[in-house]
């Protein structure tokens, strides 16, 4: 598929895409900076959420309305309070996108309700991200899809059945172009709970290119994704962790991010190669240097062969190791420089 000049498939790089949420912690002037960190990355594309506190909730502080006591990160937290400190002022989604057009980057946006898509679509966004929490809001998908924009939907906490309707959804709104992002909604997550099979199961079920949303640290899972056929990733990124922030702790900082976008593309490179046995091609200057027997010690006509006069060594070009009780106790029948491949013609 196609989103802007990016073409997403197998055959191409992974789609990397930088999200930077909350992490601007409530400064434009930060914003931008991620921005211009994510430019010298390596990846294509940077995604930023538009809601307000009141288009995503409501100002209520009853226990429905508060996060789980338990959460790692935001436990306790009321949700209208964490929302005004996360999200994105809509008056800094121009100077973001303006500067990332002029690095080079994809920028979109995860629109949380019908004015967001309406705000998006005039700064002319090519693609639509839907959230994991939004795939059970089937009007706001078809919303998005009668757009005709390419969408990355994520799936996290989804049963099959809710990504089918979902899915479903998407097609029947109008959308020709989707990939599904396997994710896991916790934060941050634990590789042993990403289910990173999820990955050829939606692509089998709904035939369509599957990549991964991923909220653990560090960049392993990502990097194992790509190996299992993800064309497209998404990460959280900082510019530092220490700075704190919403997000931050499952983050990567810039040099992290580059180390993905590189890392990404190696793991798609080996894992396109088909199963092949042997040397490559790459590996005949190597090939030379496997271990046969050679004579290690100058030696005259009619001296014997002993474990002294002659070793398995590098390179190759002398007998084969495994050769070496059948020629000890031979004799030499010439004179034998040290430094010579081991025949049967010299003994």
């Known amino acids: 598929m196609r989103i802007g000049s990016h073409t997403i498939s197998r055959e191409q ?10 992490n601007h912690n409530g400064d434009l002037g930060r ?26 909730t409501i100002d209520v502080d009853t226990p429905a309305f508060r996060i789980t006591d338990g959460h790692r990160l935001w436990g306790g937290r009321n949700l209208y309070q964490l929302y005004q400190e996360a999200h994105t002022p809509w ?6 996108f303006d500067r990332a057009r002029e690095k080079g980057l994809l920028p979109f946006s995860s629109p949380f309700d019908p004015t967001a898509i309406a705000f998006l679509e005039d700064l002319g966004v090519e693609v639509y991200k839907t959230a994991s929490a939004e795939i059970v809001d089937l009007p706001l998908i078809r919303e998005i899809a009668g757009t005709g924009k390419p969408i990355i939907m994520s799936t ?20 020709s172009q989707l990939i599904l992002l396997a994710c896991t909604s916790s934060y941050p997550a634990m590789p042993q709970d990403t289910h990173l099979s999820n990955i050829a199961l939606f692509e089998q079920a709904f035939g369509v290119p599957v990549g991964l949303s991923d909220h653990t640290r560090g960049i392993g899972v990502s990097i194992a994704a790509v190996a299992l ?8 990124v900082t510019l530092d962790r220490a700075d704190g922030g919403v997000d931050s702790e499952f983050s990567l900082n810039p040099n992290e991010f580059a180390m993905l976008t590189r890392e990404a593309e190696a793991a798609r490179l080996s894992s396109m190669s088909p199963p092949k046995v042997g040397p490559s091609e790459s590996e005949q200057a190597v090939l030379r240097l496997r271990r046969s027997l050679y004579v290690v010690a100058d030696v005259k006509s009619g001296d014997p062969v002993t474990r002294e006069n002659v070793r398995s060594i590098r390179p190759s070009g002398g007998l084969a190791t495994d050769e070496i009780e059948i020629t000890l106790g031979r004799t030499f029948r010439q004179d034998v420089s040290r ?6 013609d010299l003994i």
Request: charged share 20%; aromatic share 6%; with cysteine.
């Open 31 to 56: 914003a931008l900076q991620i921005v211009d960190a994510v430019a010298e990355t390596g990846a294509q594309a940077l995604k930023i959420q538009t809601y307000t506190p009141d288009t995503i």
């Open 156 to 175: 996290g906490m989804a049963t099959l059945r809710e990504i089918d309707a979902a899915v479903n959804a998407a097609r029947d709104g109008g959308c």
């Open 91 to 96: 008056e800094w989604h121009k100077p973001i």
């Open 229 to 236: 056929g993800a064309v497209c990733i998404e990460k959280h």
């Open 339 to 344: 430094g010579t491949p081991l025949t049967w």
């Open 13 to 22: 790089r992974p789609f990397v895409i930088a999200e930077m949420s909350g």
